[in-house]
T-cell receptor, first 116, second 115 residues
Framework: AQKITQTQPGMFVQEKEAVTLDCTYD???????LFWYKQPSSGEMIFLIY??????QNATEGRYSLNFQKARKSANLVISASQLGDSAMYFC?????????????FGQGTILTVHP | GAVVSQHPSRVICKSGTSVKIECRSL??????MFWYRQFPKQSLMLMAT?????????EQGVEKDKFLINHASLTLSTLTVTSAHPEDSSFYIC???????????FGPGTRLTVT
């Protein structure tokens, strides 16, 4: 079974508008962390935001916020005021506790294109 | 912040030869490093977990004799692709995990092309 699912292969957004990238996850471990990374065409992985399973509040980092709905097992990334430089591939990832501590499982990714 | 480097950034080799990729943590000691493989427009797939001073743990389906991993020090892990073939052409990314509770820091990746 897929542990991390990103159902949007591609998304388009107009510059300065907000966009939501979807991510659902599956785990039976009560302790886990959810990450979002941006990968531009250069290939580097850029860390954007982190949400821990026990965090009470949704994480925010500048223009990035994570809409964490634990009961629905979803961790959507919201990018506000999109910029042309936001065009990239975005990955949702999960780190589970226990023996696999540290190992990340990635979703399929979403290619975001920001139009001027 | 923490920096992880990879060398080389790009390599082209002939089929049947071996290629070594280095992953270094530049300003911290990495007890654990991970090696990922990524095909164009696809996700990152974990190949193996590299622990300093011990054998690497390979993911299911990854040939340990083909992808040799050595984590000889707390700042260096190497991935050697032995007897490379065109199907091994891919983007290889390492990440370094400093300590429990910390995030992973990714290297810039190595693009391998086997001709």
């Amino acid at each position: 079974a897929q542990k991390i699912t990103q159902t949007q292969p591609g998304m388009f957004v107009q510059e300065k508008e907000a966009v939501t990238l979807d991510c659902t996850y599956d785990t039976s471990d009560p302790s886990y962390g959810l990450f979002w990374y941006k990968q531009p065409s250069s290939g580097e992985m850029i860390f954007l935001i982190y949400q821990g399973s026990y965090d009470q509040q949704n994480a925010t980092e500048g223009r990035y916020s994570l809409n964490f709905q634990k009961a629905r097992k979803s961790a959507n990334l919201v990018i506000s005021a999109s910029q042309l430089g936001d065009s990239a591939m975005y990955f949702c990832a999960m780190r589970e506790g226990g023996t696999s501590y540290g190992k990340l499982t990635f979703g399929q990714g979403t290619i975001l294109t920001v139009h001027p | 912040g923490a920096v992880v480097s990879q060398h080389p950034s790009r390599v082209i080799c002939k089929s049947g030869t071996s290629v070594k990729i280095e992953c270094r943590s530049l300003d911290f000691q990495a007890t654990t490093m991970f090696w990922y493989r990524q095909f164009p427009k696809q996700s990152l797939m974990l190949m193996a977990t590299s622990n300093e001073g011990s054998k690497a743990t390979y993911e299911q389906g990854v040939e340990k004799d083909k992808f040799l991993i050595n984590h000889a020090s707390l700042t260096l892990s190497t991935l050697t692709v032995t007897s490379a073939h065109p199907e091994d052409s891919s983007f290889y990314i390492c990440s370094a995990f400093r300590d429990r509770g910390d995030e992973q820091y990714f290297g810039p990746g190595t693009r391998l092309t086997v001709t």
